[in-house]
């Protein structure tokens, strides 16, 4: 739209504002924030990557050596990036996030709302999420996508061997990871885990009757299990 032309009219100090005077004023103001309206736009931009966090990356246009404009980042459900205030004409795009490359593209901003996608290439292979997997399944995740574990803990602290925990912390479940799921992990880059605790059982041994047996050979067949014979006291005794 056009700007419509405004006459600058100023009265003196005691001279009544009229009516008319008032509404021209209104009037001019509405023009004027209706032309802003209509010469500023806003561009949409939908991030396309799978599993990256949108609040993370940030998105901004610009147009030749203006300072780049930033985007709003995305409020769930929505999921656009949307950079407002653009006049019309030719500007860049540029999407990043860390341990992503940076994704770049034109667009021409006109009277016509605009709309983009990019997608972000990661530096390296994506971060599973491992959590409730047992170390056996997380370690073949992992060794899939090339990803070295640097260090293994059970969660009471101890350290485990990263290569061969031994077959007895296989089965049992991730509790922590490091990085979090989704995170780029480059070549030369190292994951750590925190897995639970094994459960130890002691065995058991069934304590055959002893009724009927002198001292001497209750504690023979206790001794002969493996066990220890405690204190002891005749029926006479206890009463």
Same mark, same amino acid.
């Given at each position: 739209?056009?700007?419509?032309? &405004? ?8 001279? =009544? ?24 736009? %806003?561009?949409?931009?939908?991030? /396309?990557?799978? #599993?990256?966090?949108? *609040? *993370?990356?940030?998105?901004? +246009? ?11 980042? =995305? ?14 004409? +030719? ?8 341990? &992503? ?19 972000? /290439? =990661?530096?390296? +292979?994506?971060? =599973? $999420?491992? &959590? #409730?997997? /047992? ?22 602290? %101890? ?7 031994? $077959? ?14 989704? /995170? ?27 009724? *009927?047996?002198? &001292? +001497? ?16 006291? $005749? ?5």
């Amino acid at each position: 739209m056009e700007l419509k032309e &405004f006459v600058a009219t100023h009265v003196n100090a005691g001279q =009544p504002l009229t009516a008319q005077a008032w509404n021209d004023i209104v009037d001019a103001v509405d023009d004027l924030h209706k032309f802003i309206a209509a010469s500023q736009h %806003a561009v949409h931009v939908k991030i /396309t990557t799978p #599993g990256i966090a949108l *609040g *993370g990356v940030r998105v901004t +246009a610009q147009r030749g050596t203006e300072p780049p404009f930033e985007a709003v980042r =995305p409020v769930a459900p929505d999921d656009r990036h949307v950079i407002v205030g653009l006049e019309p004409g +030719a500007y860049t795009v540029r999407a990043e996030a860390p341990g &992503f490359a940076v994704a770049t593209a034109p667009i021409n901003v006109s009277d016509t709302p605009a709309a983009l996608e990019l997608a972000l /290439t =990661p530096n390296g +292979a994506l971060m =599973p $999420s491992l &959590f #409730g997997k /047992t170390l056996a399944d997380a370690r073949a995740a992992l060794g899939a996508l090339a990803i070295p574990i640097a260090r293994l803990l059970d969660f009471n602290g %101890a350290e485990l061997p990263p290569i061969n925990p031994g $077959s007895e912390f296989e089965a049992n479940v991730v509790l922590v990871q490091e990085p979090s799921a989704g /995170t780029p992990v480059p070549p030369g880059r190292t994951v750590q885990l925190v897995i639970a605790v094994p459960a130890r059982v002691d065995s058991l041994i069934e304590v055959p009757s002893l009724a *009927g047996m002198t &001292f +001497a050979e209750a504690q023979r067949a206790l001794e002969g299990l493996g066990l220890t014979l405690g204190s002891a006291m $005749s029926l006479k005794s206890a009463f």
